[in-house]
C-alpha cells in the first residue's frame, strides 16, 4: 500500500482551456493564444509560460485571486478525464490511501469530486496551496499524516510537479494527458510516466 498524491487539474480534471482562457482574460491579451502558441506552451514550464504572456511576478498574486473566483464558477462545465473515474476505483480496491493536492480551492474540488461520483476516494483534499513551493506542500502533508517520504508517491501532469516530487524525495508519476506534453515530461526525469489511465494502475502495482 502506498499513499498517492493527486495534483488536480490537468490530472484528475480536464480543465486546461477553461484555465488558459481565464488568465488571458484576466491577462487582458489584446488577442487569444492561437492554436500553434497553445501547442508550443504545453511544452514549456509554469515559469516560461507566465514569461510568455508577459506576467509580471508582482501581478501573479492578485491574478491567482481573481482566477479562483472565476474557476468556482465555471467548474460544473469542466469533465473529468476518460478512464480516471476507473483507475481511481482500481487504485481504491488496490488498498492505497489518496490525497489531492491543488492550488484550486477545496470547495471546487470536492465539490467536482462529488459531481463525478469521485468523493470516496479521497481520504483528504489539501487546496488553496497558493503560490509556495508544491514541496513544501507536499512535506506538509507528510509531516500532518504522519508518512514517510519512501511510502509517497505524487502523480501530476506538470514539469513543475517532478521537480517539486524530486524536492520532496518522494518518487514521482507523470501524466501524459494534462497540461505538459509527455517530451516535457520526460525530459524533467520523473520516476515514471503514465500514458493513460489504466497506464497509471499497471505502474502503480
Known amino acids: 500500500m502506498k499513499n498517492l ?6 490530472t484528475i480534471a480536464d480543465s486546461f482551456e ?11 491579451r489584446p488577442r487569444k493564444l492561437s492554436d500553434q502558441e497553445i501547442k508550443e506552451l504545453r511544452g514549456e514550464s509554469l515559469k516560461e509560460i507566465v514569461r ?15 482566477a479562483k473566483r472565476l474557476v468556482a464558477l465555471r467548474m460544473p462545465s469542466i469533465n473529468v478525464f476518460d478512464g480516471v473515474p476507473e483507475a481511481l476505483k ?9 490525497y489531492i493536492l491543488s492550488t484550486n480551492g477545496p470547495k471546487n474540488i470536492n465539490d467536482f469530486l462529488i459531481q463525478n461520483g469521485l468523493g470516496g476516494y479521497f481520504t483528504k483534499v489539501y487546496g488553496d ?7 513544501s506542500a507536499l512535506r506538509k502533508i507528510m509531516r500532518q499524516q504522519k508518512i514517510k517520504a ?6 501530476g501532469d506538470e ?3 517532478v521537480e517539486a516530487a524530486k524536492k520532496a524525495g518522494v518518487t514521482s508519476v507523470s501524466v501524459g494527458w494534462g497540461f505538459n506534453y509527455p517530451k516535457a515530461l520526460r525530459q524533467a526525469g520523473p520516476t515514471a510516466l503514465a500514458k493513460s489511465p489504466k497506464d497509471l494502475t499497471e505502474i502503480l502495482k
Open 129 to 135: 496551496i497558493g503560490l509556495r513551493s508544491k514541496s
Open 18 to 28: 477553461t484555465m488558459l482562457s481565464i488568465f488571458e482574460e484576466i491577462a487582458g
Open 159 to 161: 514539469v513543475r510537479d
Open 52 to 66: 510568455y504572456l508577459k506576467i509580471k511576478r508582482w501581478q501573479l498574486p492578485r491574478m491567482v485571486f481573481k
Open 5 to 10: 498524491i493527486f495534483d488536480f487539474d490537468g
Open 150 to 155: 519512501a511510502d509517497c508517491i505524487y502523480i
Open 90 to 98: 482500481q487504485l481504491s480496491q488496490d488498498g492505497h490511501k489518496m
